[in-house]
């Protein structure tokens, strides 16, 4: 799989050009957010130090009913920060903070990404494919 997309149509937040290792591990991809009047793109490296961003669509899944607080998932260089969060009528609200560089001399962005609770099954086996091993 080539892509995973958090939305449909034009706007929104993809996840692409995934870079596998010869065993299949994902080594990096690119985040692709696109917004009325804004593209912007930032790679992205997938540590086999700690758990890919598919844990968080795990984890949503499995509280499909809902949960307080939030989930989150964070690269290990602070790259790509992902942050969900549920109300009680099963409303998913996904935050994609990216940045580019370094605080310092990089730029940031925040999109947001808007989920039923009945797509959570259907988005935990999308990120599994696209953040795991090839199959």
């Given at each position: 799989m080539d892509t995973f997309a958090l939305?449909?149509?034009e706007f929104g937040v993809t996840f692409c050009r995934p870079a596998r290792s010869n065993d299949g591990l994902l080594e990096s991809f690119v985040v692709r957010i696109v917004e009325p009047g804004l593209t912007a793109e930032a790679p992205v490296g997938n540590s086999p130090y700690?758990?890919?961003?598919?844990?968080?669509f795990r984890e949503m899944a499995e509280s499909w009913r809902g949960w307080s607080g939030e989930k989150?998932?964070?690269?290990l260089e602070g790259e790509l920060?992902?942050?969900a969060t549920a109300d009680s009528q099963g409303h998913i609200t996904v935050r994609v903070q990216v940045r580019s560089g370094s605080c310092f001399d990089g730029w940031s962005l925040t999109s947001f990404a808007f989920l039923e609770a009945g797509q959570l099954e259907f988005f935990q086996k999308r990120a599994s494919r696209f953040f795991g091993r090839e199959p």
């Amino acid at each position: 799989m080539d892509t995973f997309a958090l939305t449909e149509g034009e706007f929104g937040v993809t996840f692409c050009r995934p870079a596998r290792s010869n065993d299949g591990l994902l080594e990096s991809f690119v985040v692709r957010i696109v917004e009325p009047g804004l593209t912007a793109e930032a790679p992205v490296g997938n540590s086999p130090y700690i758990q890919g961003p598919e844990i968080l669509f795990r984890e949503m899944a499995e509280s499909w009913r809902g949960w307080s607080g939030e989930k989150s998932w964070n690269a290990l260089e602070g790259e790509l920060a992902l942050t969900a969060t549920a109300d009680s009528q099963g409303h998913i609200t996904v935050r994609v903070q990216v940045r580019s560089g370094s605080c310092f001399d990089g730029w940031s962005l925040t999109s947001f990404a808007f989920l039923e609770a009945g797509q959570l099954e259907f988005f935990q086996k999308r990120a599994s494919r696209f953040f795991g091993r090839e199959p």
